[in-house]
């Protein structure tokens, strides 16, 4: 089967810094994304990880260990505009390229 | 930049009505695919396509979805008789290589009634 397991949601506040962890159980593994989606819209590509180790991007830093099936995304100097659900998601390039995406982590940023 | 193009960006057909959402894709992307999100729940992929012809498909996918690309720019998804429970955002996506560079349209909003 397949399994993404996140968070529901999260609170933190303005400047501070917040991690959104994700652990992973799938049939296949290409890749790890994470994707930022405000309320109504579509997904919005934010970083991923191929490789163990850490890529960072901007304010967005995302962590992957693929032999613990643990990824987490580091958000710096929190925003307002960055109150979204945070989607956690594993590609799979052998089964046509399909993201298998987890529930999302409603994050809340607070003044 | 580059965006998917997605119409209608609301629909509301009755029970048992046929729908076709369409999509222009990112006109050098080779992938196309689609996902549904059911209002509150994870974003679920339904088909993947590529050079012309299905590549993936989840079980949500069944004999009453249908894709086509009938030319070089449009991408339609058909759902034959729609059931309630297909009331759902629906993602149309493109990439260039698979699961890396993923762009999604705006969605459509299906409400079955």
């Known amino acids: 089967g397949q399994n993404i397991d996140q968070p529901t949601e999260m609170t933190a506040t303005e400047g501070a810094i917040v991690q959104i962890n994700c652990t992973y159980q799938?049939?296949?593994?290409?890749?790890l994304f994470w994707y930022q989606q405000h309320a109504g819209e579509a997904p919005t590509f934010l970083s991923y990880n191929v490789l163990d180790g850490l890529e960072e991007k901007g304010r967005f830093s995302s962590f992957l260990s693929r032999s613990k099936g643990y990824s987490y995304l580091l958000l710096k100097e929190l925003q307002m505009k960055d109150s979204a659900s945070y989607l956690c998601a594993v590609g799979i390039y052998n089964q046509g390229g399909k993201l298998i995406f987890g529930q999302g982590t409603e994050l809340s940023v607070k003044p | 930049e580059p965006e998917v193009t997605q119409t209608p960006s609301h629909q509301v057909t009755q029970m048992g009505q046929e729908v076709i959402l369409r999509c222009v894709p990112i006109s050098n992307h080779l992938y196309f695919y689609w996902y549904r999100q059911i209002l509150g729940q994870k974003v679920e992929f339904l088909v993947s396509?590529?050079?012309?012809?299905?590549?993936?498909k989840s079980e949500i996918f069944d004999d009453q979805f249908s894709v086509e690309r009938p030319d070089g720019s449009n991408f339609t998804l058909k759902i034959r008789s729609t059931k309630l429970e297909d009331s759902a955002m629906y993602f149309c996506?493109?990439?260039?290589?698979?699961?890396?560079?993923?762009?999604f349209g705006s969605g459509t909003r299906l409400t079955v009634v």
């Open positions: 396509f590529y050079n012309n012809e299905i590549s993936e």
């Open positions: 996506a493109s990439s260039e290589r698979g699961s890396w560079g993923y762009t």
């Open positions: 799938t049939s296949g593994f290409n890749g």
